[in-house]
């Protein structure tokens, strides 16, 4: 069987992004220092590091050392992520829009999926906002019902690790860390507009906190 610090690696590996929501019990282990420690020894091996978002609330894996390798898949991860930002940010603003909250989504915030359709479907605007996003191929909804949009948008949240559906039976979601190292991402964006993508990869992967 498997111990917790190899599922812990296992997921950070893998892509994972570690927080309180995702996986409280992994990232409860890795707020001991010997813990953390011990694994960034492990992954250091690997030519990876631990690295972390928001102050420290969401903890990932980033490459130790750049060589051309690293560089040209950083570079493309970048990318990716960057064509990724316009369908993710469009719907992060219509959630916090339907749902009057004065403060972006973030960690731990829930989203119960029928209130949030109840909005949308009393608000032309937003159900106008809604299709325009469950068309973008990060999404790829085919429907024109408001409901199974929704449900598709959601799917594919989850499955990105954005959002994480505790209970399969109801339609209440929590946001992850995720959101909140997206937001940092979006932040580097806007710190660096006036350079072009390439150059945008370029400090990013020298940093080595986003990617």
């Not at 299709?131 to 949009?149: E, G, H, P, T, V």
């Not at 993508?197 to 990617?211: M, N, P, S, V, Y």
Request: charged share 20%; aromatic share 8%.
């Amino acid at each position: 069987m498997i111990s917790l610090q190899g599922q812990v690696m296992e997921t950070l590996l893998s892509g994972g992004f570690i927080c309180k929501t995702s996986d409280e019990l992994a990232f409860q282990y890795l707020q001991n220092s010997e813990h953390y420690a011990a694994l960034e020894l492990q992954l250091n091996t690997m030519n990876r590091c631990l690295a972390t978002a928001n102050d420290g609330d969401v903890i990932f894996c980033a490459y130790q050392a750049i060589g051309e390798t690293e560089r040209k898949h950083l570079n493309q991860q970048f990318k990716e992520v960057a064509a990724s930002l316009l369908p993710l940010v469009e719907w992060l603003v219509l959630v916090q829009e339907a749902r009057g909250d004065n403060s972006p989504l973030s960690e731990g915030k829930v989203i119960r999926l029928n209130e949030l359709q109840t909005v949308i479907e009393d608000t032309p605007a937003f159900a106008e906002q809604l299709s325009k996003i469950a068309r973008y191929s990060l999404f790829n909804s085919s429907s024109s019902a408001i409901d199974a949009q929704l449900k598709q948008i959601f799917k594919r949240l989850c499955e990105l690790g954005y959002l994480l559906r505790p209970n399969p039976d109801n339609q209440i979601y929590l946001a992850t860390g995720k959101v909140d190292y997206l937001f940092d991402i979006i932040r580097f964006i806007d710190e660096t507009e006036n350079l072009g993508l390439e150059q945008q990869a370029e400090i990013a992967i020298q940093q080595g906190d986003l990617l």
